[in-house]
């Protein structure tokens, strides 16, 4: 056997101990995720905006005041705490948001849902208890949304940009709720 082919031999023995040790220690790459990770980029012009977040499912579930209880911080979706980010200062409602990336908790309510920028990134969503890791101190916007019924079932958690009317939305849809916050640049 020459050398070269001895290199490539140990070179992919060694990239298949890596990803085997990466798969016990950190995450089942190999196993399908209940809740799989997405993210969402809006661009236009010299904007972009980016939503990373972790996308579950209804499964006959009651979702908000069951599964998400009411008037309780939510992580807004599963696993990773879900994060928003900006190349732009943004104005939502009148307030502020300025460059950066924060993560993103809602509180839902049957008639409204509190949405909270926070720029403290966490790296998980919840702790041992299950509580969420949000800290209200490092809030820099909070904003109150109606939400909107919807006439169809949404399976799997959802968020979007919508810009279709030439206003910009973040939306949020997962079983027949409908959140949409309004985006400025």
Do not use: C, H
Not at 77 to 90: D, I, S, V
């Amino acid at each position: 056997m020459n050398a070269f082919l001895k290199r490539v031999l140990i070179l992919l023995s060694i990239i298949a101990l890596g990803l085997f040790l990466y798969s016990v220690f950190v995450e089942n790459i190999f196993e399908k995720r209940l809740s799989p990770k997405d993210t969402v980029k809006f661009e236009l012009n010299d904007l972009e905006l980016n939503v990373f977040y972790n996308r579950p499912y209804k499964k006959g579930r009651e979702i908000f005041g069951g599964l998400v209880p009411y008037n309780k911080v939510w992580r807004t979706g599963a696993n990773e705490a879900t994060t928003f980010e900006t190349n732009k200062t943004l104005k939502i409602n009148n307030m502020v948001l300025p460059v950066g990336k924060y993560t993103l908790w809602t509180v839902p309510k049957d008639s409204t849902w509190t949405v909270m920028f926070n720029s403290k990134q966490y790296e998980w969503g919840v702790d041992s208890e299950m509580n969420p890791m949000w800290d209200p101190n490092y809030d820099v916007i909070n904003v109150e949304v109606p939400v909107q019924k919807l006439e169809t079932v949404v399976e799997q958690f959802t968020i979007a940009f919508d810009n279709s009317t030439d206003n910009l939305f973040l939306t949020m849809a997962w079983d027949d709720v409908k959140i949409a916050i309004p985006l400025k640049s």
